[in-house]
């Protein structure tokens, strides 16, 4: 497993770009939802999710993905585990198995959704703007 994540980049509020590097062991984990801290937690690497583009490790266990939006596209790439990922075009039955190394694009606006085939699936993302999520039938 990758035990050491390195990224060179600007953060966000920091106009002088510069080199991060944050290990595996040391990314400070956090409850997406306060109300499931057992739920999906996530690590912020840099920026800031809420406001710009930002990197972050999420990690959540064995899991039924449901169809959602994001309003900003991303980037995820597989560090642990094996998932599926789909649109609202497929189904996850016909979803190609993802594990380590594996990546996809989602435009934002898209309804799409993910599911965790292992005891636990860790990966990195890459967000382009603000992270935010619905549900794809909840209207905006």
Not at 34 to 53: E, F, K, N, V, W
Not at 71 to 85: F, N
Request: charged share 20%.
């Amino acid at each position: 497993m990758l035990a050491l994540l390195v990224l060179a980049a600007a953060v966000q509020d920091d106009p002088t770009p510069r080199t991060i590097v944050t290990p595996l062991a040391e990314a400070r984990f956090e409850p997406i939802s306060a109300a499931h801290p057992d739920g999906p937690q996530i690590a912020i690497l840099s920026g800031d999710p809420r406001t710009g583009p930002s990197v972050m490790l999420m990690r959540f266990g064995r899991s039924k993905g449901r169809m959602h939006v994001h309003s900003a596209d991303y980037r995820l790439t597989v560090i642990a585990g094996e998932m599926k990922h789909w649109d609202a075009s497929g189904s996850e039955t016909d979803a190609a198995v993802i594990g380590p190394g594996g990546h996809w694009f989602q435009p934002g606006g898209q309804a799409h959704a993910d599911s965790c085939l292992s005891d636990e699936c860790l990966m990195v993302i890459h967000w382009s703007g603000a992270r935010d999520a619905r549900l794809a039938e909840s209207p905006r």
